[in-house]
């Protein structure tokens, strides 16, 4: 399969870009590169001390210009951040350069793996359940824009990442 852009998952925290976006960019012989990562090394600290020391704003100012310097880099296979294709910029600019596919999960499969993790700052503190639900009906309609759509349930890493594999595949080659 010819890969001529970036392959960028999106979604809510907890839906696997991560865990499938690495098994998958080995499948598709493509580097992969996480978008909290990129944005944590470019801010020089944890996307907590970004949320807390500077608000959620400067967290999603910092998220958009990553964004760009990874939709405008070199091909490669990127899990974004939960919220970055909610930004208008960066959904805009992925349409341009990149496939976009949202790994969709449901309410019970995002709680059960953002549960206790303390890596999540919008998370802490908070009714979990509800704060899911609040996302899942804010951000939603806005994956929905995404190219391409794989529900992502509570099966193994490897039967998702052979899910999208096939799905991405179907996508190009039509």
Request: hydrophobic content about 35%.
């Amino acid at each position: 399969m010819k890969i001529d852009k970036i392959i960028m998952l999106v979604g809510m925290m907890g839906s696997g870009k991560s865990s499938v976006g690495r098994k998958l960019s080995q499948k598709l012989n493509l580097p992969f590169v996480d978008g909290d990562v990129e944005l944590e090394k470019s801010a020089g600290c944890s996307i907590n001390e970004i949320f807390n020391y500077y608000g959620e704003e400067a967290l999603r100012d910092g998220e958009r210009k990553v964004m760009k310097r990874l939709l405008n880099g070199n091909i490669c296979l990127l899990a974004s951040g939960g919220g970055a294709y909610i930004d208008s910029e960066t959904r805009k600019l992925s349409k341009q350069k990149a496939i976009t596919i949202w790994l969709k999960a449901d309410i019970d499969t995002l709680y059960d793996r953002t549960k206790g993790r303390s890596r999540r700052p919008e998370l802490n503190g908070v009714d979990l359940e509800n704060k899911l639900k609040e996302y899942v009906d804010e951000r939603y309609k806005i994956y929905a824009e995404a190219d391409l759509t794989v529900e992502t349930v509570t099966e193994n890493v490897k039967e998702t990442v052979d899910r999208v594999y096939k799905e991405l595949k179907k996508y190009l080659e039509r």
